[in-house]
């Protein structure tokens, strides 16, 4: 059973940074695809960003393009999302999710596997 557990929100000043992290477990990660999705409130889930595990296809969403970066630590089977120059509209909550089969995606409901999420509020 794939779970995951997301740590590292909270509340930070506009133009600051925060590191997201996502550990995973139970699963055979090296062909999954991992994500990352937010939801504001009022708002649809939208996505972030996207890994596949083996680290060589990335994807971003334009609104996040140039300040967040994603990563994965193979050996602490770790997801990671860096946060730079965050805005007042980047608040929401932040969820890992993963794509146990299929190609490489960027929609939410091609993952099946999601965790609790962690909240990122950015104000001044």
């Known amino acids: 059973q794939v779970q995951l557990v997301e740590s590292g929100g909270g509340l930070v000043q506009p133009g600051g940074s925060l590191r997201l992290s996502c550990a995973a477990s139970?699963?055979?990660?090296?062909?999954?695809?991992m994500g990352w999705f937010r939801q504001a409130p009022g708002k649809e889930r939208e996505f972030v960003a996207a890994?596949?595990?083996?680290?060589?296809?990335?994807a971003y969403a334009d609104s996040v393009k140039g300040r967040f970066t994603i990563s994965r630590d193979a050996a602490k089977n770790t997801l990671y999302l860096q946060m730079n120059s965050l805005k007042a509209e980047d608040t929401a909550v932040y969820y890992c999710?993963?794509?146990?089969?299929?190609?490489?995606?960027?929609?939410?409901?091609?993952?099946?596997?999601w965790g609790q999420g962690t909240q990122v509020t950015v104000s001044s």
């Open positions: 999710a993963a794509r146990t089969t299929g190609t490489f995606a960027t929609t939410g409901r091609r993952y099946d596997h």
């Open positions: 139970g699963g055979t990660f090296s062909t999954y695809t």
């Open positions: 890994i596949k595990w083996s680290g060589d296809k990335v």
